[in-house]
């Protein structure tokens, strides 16, 4: 059997875009979204503007791009958490106590990005990617609809309060907080 021989360019391209897409969501978290152009995010990169162009010909195909990057970097923590053989509900509030503390950031910043899915359609599927977790999570719990779009919709306030400076909660309170949401249930 023999190997496919690797394309440098290839492997380059994905590396930049990788890249750019990571300097977009430094630009959001240090300055908010109002602050992402082209020219912004190249500059963050270490990149021609042009070649941000190249790889997101709009700015939304570059948020889009950095919302799902961020929403997939949340999924891919919340394995690793469950995979050290935490529950997924504590994973999950684990995640969310992080976005008050050493998490806060790239939470502000992801939360920012979700809020113009409102008025961007194109970011809506990746904005429902966090929420769509949490109701994973809470159908290993209960099979009643009402009662997972109450645990995600507690989720969802409790991360905005976090980031807004209204609670200080650690995992373990959020988790309560998670468990009432679900009527105590215990997973199925």
């Not at 875009?17 to 977009?24: G, N």
């Not at 042009?50 to 929403?71: I, P, R």
């Amino acid at each position: 059997m023999t190997e496919e021989p690797v394309d440098g360019r290839l492997a380059r391209g994905k590396l930049k875009r990788a890249a750019i897409i990571e300097a977009t969501l430094r630009v959001v978290e240090r300055d908010g979204v109002g602050s992402v152009t082209h020219r912004a995010v190249a500059r963050e990169a270490g990149v021609s503007t042009g070649s941000a162009t190249y790889y997101f010909a709009t700015l939304d195909e570059l948020l889009e791009a950095a919302l799902t990057a961020a929403s997939e970097d949340y999924g891919q923590q919340l394995q690793a958490v469950v995979e050290r053989g935490v529950g997924e509900l504590e994973a999950v509030a684990r995640l969310i106590a992080d976005a008050g503390g050493p998490g806060r950031t790239r939470a502000l910043a992801e939360r920012e990005l979700n809020l113009m899915a409102a008025r961007r359609p194109a970011l809506r599927p990746a904005a429902r990617h966090w929420r769509d977790r949490v109701a994973q999570m809470a159908r290993g719990y209960t099979d009643d609809p009402a009662r997972v779009r109450e645990v995600v919709s507690t989720a969802d306030g409790l991360c905005n309060q976090l980031l807004l400076g209204e609670l200080v909660l650690d995992e373990h309170e959020v988790a309560d907080l998670l468990r009432r949401a679900l009527g105590g249930a215990a997973p199925a």
